[in-house]
């Protein structure tokens, strides 16, 4: 197993980027690949530093990709750039491109924590073709789906991201799973969050309104807060249910 950190030119965001990548020792490439997202504050290098995500995938035959998304959360922003398209296209290029990714959506899978979990559904819904699972923890899953409220974001930011009322529009999860699951391309989806944890009544919220639109998901309830203890703890439960999906042979 090798941890490798990459720099490299991103074209959707004219500028230079970075990722932390596990590869693997295990198997025959080419590799399923799991595109772990971090959080607001973090950067590429947390899931590696704050948790055991190395030995974890350890005897899996699978690539993880830590990439940098800055404080973007993972999408289109109102004023600015496409981080929704950076990772979709470049970093999903790029990796294919320069390790043994194999190319198909039934080997891609993506999964973060806070701002990361709502980065992870945003793609998977907003890119139905590209990935078969996408994984939660403790995700920012409403902040597209209502008008602005209690959001950690200054004023400026969040209007410079979401704009005024994002609701209907692609920062909407429930308006890309609905749009997902109308076009028979919806990927499997897991959710998790801690009972202590700031976002829990939010996740409540999003997992009942997909349950009322009738799109499938798993959600779970576990006692725990918004930090990396619990995250190192569940990743573990996210990299097994990509692991099914992916067909995976341990």
Known sequence: MALCEVYWFSQTL????????ILPEVGKPPYATFY???????????????????????GL?????????????????????????YIAQDVVQF????????????????GGLSMGGYG???????????????????GALMIGSRKRKGT???????????????VGTDHDLLHL??????????????IDCGTEDFLFQDNREFTKRLTEMGVPHE????????????????VQDALKFHAKHLKLKV
């Open 95 to 110: 990796v294919e491109r320069n390790f043994p990714a194999r190319p198909r959506r039934q080997s891609r899978c993506i």
């Open 219 to 234: 959600y779970e309830e576990f006692p725990g807060a918004h930090n990396w203890t619990y995250w190192d703890e569940h």
């Open 177 to 190: 799973a609905m749009n997902a699951r109308q076009a028979g391309r919806l990927p499997k989806i897991r």
């Open 14 to 21: 004219d500028r230079r980027v970075s990722m932390n990548v």
């Open 36 to 58: 772990l997202l971090h959080g607001l504050s973090d950067d590429h290098t947390r899931w590696a530093r704050q948790t055991s995500i190395e030995r974890y995938v350890e």
């Open 152 to 166: 950690v974001l200054a004023d400026w930011e969040y209007a410079q991201i979401f704009g005024r009322n994002p």
């Open 61 to 85: 035959p699978l690539i993880v990709v830590m990439p940098d998304g800055a404080r973007g959360f993972y999408t289109r922003h109102n004023q600015g750039h496409d981080y929704a398209k």
């Open 120 to 138: 992870a559904l945003r793609i998977a819904l907003g890119y139905p073709d590209l990935f078969i699972s996408a994984t939660s923890h403790s």
